[in-house]
């Protein structure tokens, strides 16, 4: 929304008041977001002041007006102001000081440089320190606005410590609490969310929202407020990954005649597979029979279209600079013998097409280094020539070291991880669990074996 700076009021003394059962919450910026939660916000039963700049906001949502376009949104303002809940003003000090909660929804467009711009979210800022600065009590300052990680704190938290001369965790918190309002469904979305997350400075901010949200979510996710920042990035730039991948197959199946949305139908009834959790946690690169074959297939129809497929056509890139990243990590710990747990291209089985370790191998032995490999379904004796065939035209790495294979591979792991400089993990069992966090050799986790990074220094993963 476009604001400009919130004006700062001048300190004046305010009786204590008498905090309501339910906490009373401020609402700063009355676009979009601003409007839709203070409506639902009132809606279950807060008290609420609105607060903006534009005028017409203002007299709109203080009239139950809705000041845009949304299902339900004008009801809902309505009967807000009718049982009294809600009101508007300009002045933002004035709101803090009024309420127990304050929610910062401001714009925060894109700067000159393509990066975030904190025009407004400062201005809130300052505004909201003299609002603290003049009242007794504990104030929980809530950012909603889409910013890069670490805003909040760097940005944010500092403004209102200097403005209300007050220290954050005694006398004032701050959270993150991202929205997942669509528009056009948005005050559905906030009584049924999809998700609730929660990243706070402490855990009485992350109970004070918890409370808030309880009618409608009784499970937040509860978080840091860096973590909670990302994930607000992150849900938006896969919705945009979804879209774009959903429009390359549009593009891709017309010229064959084939009904893209027939396609897509069958393709999201998976829910085991492609709508799920599953191959959506950083690891290392894809590999395997078909994944890599398949990428490639698809690169290949396209060109022969003439169909410019640039999210699919550049997958490959992707992976190899994953698998280029592990590389590196790896020749940073200037090893010159390095120990591999695991070769295939995952547990469970002994197939090697394409598996991504075996381009860090080639890699590591043209530079010299000495490699010694383990894998619990692989051995020394373990057939290769029909998987050589198959990936003749593929995978570069299997063909380069197909012949020297056998005398890097030891049945022993006691051999592999006993007398080298580095170890890398790529595979997941309580025996390399049980190596790498015993290993006294930098470890290259490329897994991410516990779910806590180890404390040692000398133990990193790829992607955490």
Avoid at 166 to 185: H, M, Q, S
Avoid at 224 to 237: F, L
Avoid at 305 to 329: F, K, R, Y
Wanted: net charge negative; hydrophobic share 40%; proline share 6%.
């Amino acid at each position: 929304m476009d604001l400009t700076p919130f004006a700062t009021a001048p300190a004046t003394p305010v009786a204590l008041r008498v905090i309501e059962e339910k906490p009373a919450i401020s609402i700063v910026g009355l676009g979009y977001v601003g409007a839709v939660s203070t409506a639902c916000l009132s809606s279950l039963g807060h008290r609420v002041v609105g607060v903006d700049l534009d005028q017409t906001k203002i007299a709109d949502v203080g009239a139950g007006r809705s000041p845009i376009h949304e299902d339900r949104l004008g009801e809902l303002l309505s009967e807000g102001v009718e049982n009294g809940l809600i009101t508007t003003t300009d002045d933002l000090a004035y709101a803090v000081r009024d309420t127990d909660v304050t929610f910062v929804s401001v714009g925060t467009p894109t700067a000159a440089d393509g990066g975030c711009d904190y025009r407004y979210i400062e201005s809130a800022a300052r505004s909201i320190g003299v609002g603290i600065a003049q009242k007794d009590g504990f104030h929980t300052v809530v950012m909603r606005c889409s910013i890069p990680p670490g805003a909040t704190m760097k940005v944010m938290a500092p403004i209102i410590e200097k403005m209300s001369g007050k220290v954050l965790g005694d006398d004032f918190g701050i959270a993150f609490n991202p929205e997942f309002l669509r528009e056009g469904v948005a005050v559905a979305d906030f009584h049924e969310p999809p998700k609730t997350v929660i990243g706070a400075t402490c855990d009485r901010s992350a109970n004070i929202l918890a409370r808030i949200y309880a009618p409608v979510d009784a499970a937040p996710v509860i978080t840091s407020i860096e973590t909670a920042e990302m994930v607000k990035y992150i849900d938006n730039v896969w919705h945009a990954t979804k879209v774009t991948f959903a429009n390359e197959v549009g593009r891709l199946c017309k010229p064959l005649g084939v009904d893209s949305h027939e396609v897509m139908d069958v393709f999201v009834q998976d829910t085991k597979l492609n709508l799920s959790p599953y191959y959506l946690k950083p690891g290392f690169a894809y590999g395997g029979s078909c994944l890599p074959k398949e990428v490639r297939a698809v690169a290949h129809i396209a060109e022969n279209l003439g169909v410019d497929l640039p999210l699919i056509q550049h997958l490959g890139t992707s992976n190899d600079c994953h698998i280029a990243e592990a590389t590196e990590m790896v020749r940073k710990t200037g090893a010159k013998k390095v120990g591999v747990l695991g070769l295939a291209f995952k547990p469970g089985t002994d197939d090697l097409r394409e598996s991504p370790i075996l381009e860090v191998i080639a890699d590591l032995r043209a530079e010299g280094v000495d490699v010694v490999i383990h894998d619990p379904a692989i051995s020394p004796e373990t057939p290769l020539e029909g998987q050589l065939a198959y990936v003749q035209n593929g995978s570069q790495g299997l063909q380069d070291m197909a012949e020297h294979l056998p005398g890097m591979l030891r049945d022993d792991l006691a051999d592999v991880t006993g007398a080298v400089d580095a170890l890398i993990v790529t595979q997941r069992n309580d025996d390399y669990v049980e190596a790498a966090l015993s290993a006294d050799c930098p470890v290259i986790d490329l897994v991410r074996l516990t779910p806590e990074r180890p404390a040692k220094g000398t133990y990193d993963g790829i992607g955490w």
